[in-house]
């Protein structure tokens, strides 16, 4: 275990926005989290704030508290038949590695999730998902140490409420009160592709890949191009990527839309409810590829915030709520950040 005092996060938040916390503690194990908890973090100053690679966060300020960073990258194999596999991962894996692990053992259903930044514990909070595949789809069970008494506690599937970029872990009475250690996720032996979502068939086929007869690498190579061509690269350009999530209407506001532009994109959730992307939204308003200041919308993908170098927390959340603003004014629709503001 390793506690650093006074500590710059910059490294440790992908929109890379320069602040401190007063400690932070990176663990190696899960005795060493619950023995912190146990003991009430007695040695640190509260509040405590359990991050991965902070690509999901915006801090607005220093962090007047005590930040955990976890060190479990433990991959184990639970049960397995012919068919399916069960593995545990540690929560302080990073995702993109674990993906690639499992596909290189011939366990398949993560493909899809290719190059998604962040940790295997904050895949199963944010339930992360792209190109047709939510990471919800193969979690079998979530590890969790209570950071109040230090107890284990684990949840089924079932009890983790999932729906699109949403888990029981963002609700106020679960939130900070869990840490998660690791994760049980269901694969398969057998490879089916998930070529559904528009643009993959497109890129295997330039790419000269008979779409009949794709690999798991095949598919995760094409994933990452796309993302690459799409959304910029954090290391280069801070962001965290998608600012904000895709708002879900009622189908009667919906109706109203089209009326008024007849090609808006749109994808049926229920009987009720068409999820509209935020990204065709926010570039109706003008808003793509513009800057405000420090703070900037991609060129590429709209629903991208940027830090065009030295932003502050202020500046992104400025320009965040002008884009809703405008959005609200023009459409009647309010859209909500993914990203989590951190004061
Ligand atoms: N669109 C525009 N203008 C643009 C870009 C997109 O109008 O400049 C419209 C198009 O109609 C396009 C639609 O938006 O068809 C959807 O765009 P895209 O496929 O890029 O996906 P998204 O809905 O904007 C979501 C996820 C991404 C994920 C992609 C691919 C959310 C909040 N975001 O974006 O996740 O990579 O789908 O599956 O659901 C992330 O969460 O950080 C993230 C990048």
Same mark, same amino acid.
């Given at each position: 275990m390793q506690v650093k005092q006074n500590y710059s996060l910059l490294n440790h938040n992908t929109f890379a926005i320069d602040v401190r916390a007063n400690v932070v503690i990176s663990y190696d194990n899960e005795e060493e989290l619950k023995e912190m908890a146990r003991d009430g973090f007695s040695n640190y100053p509260r509040p405590i704030l359990h991050i991965g690679h902070g690509s999901n966060l915006l801090f607005?300020?220093?962090?007047e508290g005590t930040v955990l960073l976890s060190n479990i990258t433990t991959i184990e194999v639970l049960r397995e038949d012919d068919t399916e596999i069960v593995v545990r991962a540690g929560a302080g894996l990073t995702m993109d590695d674990f993906i690639e692990h499992c596909i290189g053992q011939g366990?398949?259903?993560?493909?899809?999730?290719? $190059?998604?930044? *962040?940790q295997v514990g904050a895949s199963a909070v944010q339930n992360i998902g792209a190109y047709g595949v939510e990471v919800c789809d193969h979690i079998k069970r979530v590890n969790c140490v209570s950071l109040t008494d230090g107890k284990e506690i684990s949840f089924a599937r079932e009890e983790c409420d999932y729906a699109y970029r949403h888990s029981?872990?963002?609700t106020p009475e679960y939130r900070g009160a869990y840490a998660v250690v690791s994760v049980e996720f269901s694969l398969n032996k057998r490879f089916t592709p998930? $070529?559904?979502? *528009?643009g993959i068939v497109k890129s295997l086929q330039g790419e000269g890949i008979d779409i009949n007869n794709v690999s798991a690498k095949q598919l995760r190579d094409v994933i990452i191009a796309i993302r690459n061509d799409k959304l910029p690269d954090p290391k280069v350009q801070g962001n965290a990527g998608s600012f904000f999530m895709n708002p879900i209407v009622r189908k009667e506001l919906f109706k109203e839309i089209q009326q008024k532009y007849i090609d808006v994109p749109h994808y049926t959730i229920d009987e009720q409810h068409v999820k509209i992307p935020a990204a065709w939204l926010i570039e109706q308003c003008g808003w793509k590829g513009r800057s405000h200041g420090k703070a900037g919308v991609h060129h590429?993908?709209?629903?991208v915030l940027v830090?065009?170098?030295?932003?502050?927390g202020e500046d992104i959340k400025a320009l965040a709520e002008e884009i809703q603003r405008d959005v609200n004014a023009r459409f009647g629709i309010r859209i909500n950040a993914e990203v989590n503001y951190i004061y």
């Open positions: 607005m300020n220093d962090f366990w398949y259903g993560l493909e899809n999730l290719s $190059l998604i930044p *962040g029981i872990f963002k998930q $070529l559904a979502y *528009g590429k993908q709209p629903l830090n065009m170098g030295g932003a502050r």
